[in-house]
């Protein structure tokens, strides 16, 4: 019954490169349009957000849950603004913030992920809302075969409804699903609620601002170089 | 704002062939197992209780959702004892509950879907629960983008919050989504919330017991001959 069935994958980080690739779209979408700005300093600024936006939710359910599209529309405006970045309409925001739809793969995501689906259940398990874990797998040829998202369960990571609720909606008990997370917070909350737990090393994901998850710091099931090294010591 | 940008697919009928398949497939199991009984006749009665077991889900919600799998293995049992077929086990109940996970698709739906997903997101729209939607689409090789289940609501079709909170999710306006069906019934429902509407005849889906559903008896966006004919039609 604790047969492996299903591997979820945290996203940001993990599968895609948000860093390089906003810093990359953004600079090109600038000299485009004529804007300048510190874009660099905006996405590790705009990343600095992301947490405390989400614990906000966390802490004011009367609000009711937004999703991560509305968090980052949210949060960008005034960091542009403290940046000194100026003339930005709403639909630049919007495109900005939409940014987060286009994201690129690390190299080995895609190789690797084609392996494991031949043998596993494989699904993002994402603090992204559905539509952005969509359009990202559209954009970047992920090749899953479900889309787990904190949307559906109106809680974000790592709050333990995320875990239990995926592996309850694909029928499996939490022992038959593994997180694979370059976090090691991540793994822990899994962990802690009986799914199995995969680390794989993203030493890049923050630039020269990366200061944690280097290296696994719990005992977990797997630590593995990169997603293709995982496809080979599960026999994919 | 109403290009089209995704298409789902009612699945039990439109995408695959439950008769034929759960016939098939119980009818080898009892070979194995040299269990006598008219399986055409419990596949046809199987069917027959699968839109009341839902109504009695709508009707009494104090009850909870159930999902489609724990409707499916309530009603089997009973349907199987009224046709004297005798013998079976707990297990042998659950393995014929999971036919349901291994149905074949129609030789259409695999071609088709291929080349519609060049161009949009699909999905399955249905009444089937998250996992054996997951599990079908692995065992025929179904390439969806998305899962979209009614378990995700807590409502079965044609209840409206099916289709609009498969737009939401999406984060499309509804009519940026097609529906396609077998079904004249589930268009209009889908129809009347605003989502496009393509209709795919499948004939033999009811096998001799088939009385509707023929043709389209609506005023659908699409009507074509199968899924690859949908493919030609919306150039992909």
Known sequence: MTELKALLF????????????????????AQGKNVMGDWVALV??????????????????ERGFLTLDELQRQSIEPLAASLGIKGLTAKDYDYLTSGWHRLDPWPDSVPGLTRLKTKFIIGPLSNGNVGLLVDLAK???LPWDVIMS???????????ETYLGSAKLLGLAPAQVMLVAAHNDDLAAAQKVGLKTCFVPRVTEYGPHQVHDFKADGDWDYVVRDIVDLAGQLGC
């Open 150 to 160: 904190a949307e559906l369960f109106r809680h974000y990571k790592p709050d333990p």
């Open 44 to 61: 590790d600024a705009w990343r600095g957000a992301y947490k405390p936006s989400m614990d906000a939710v966390r802490k004011n359910p």
């Open 10 to 29: 945290d996203t940001f980080g993990t599968v895609v490169d948000w860093r390089g690739s906003l810093i990359a779209d953004f600079t090109q979408w």
């Open 139 to 141: 954009h970047s040829g």
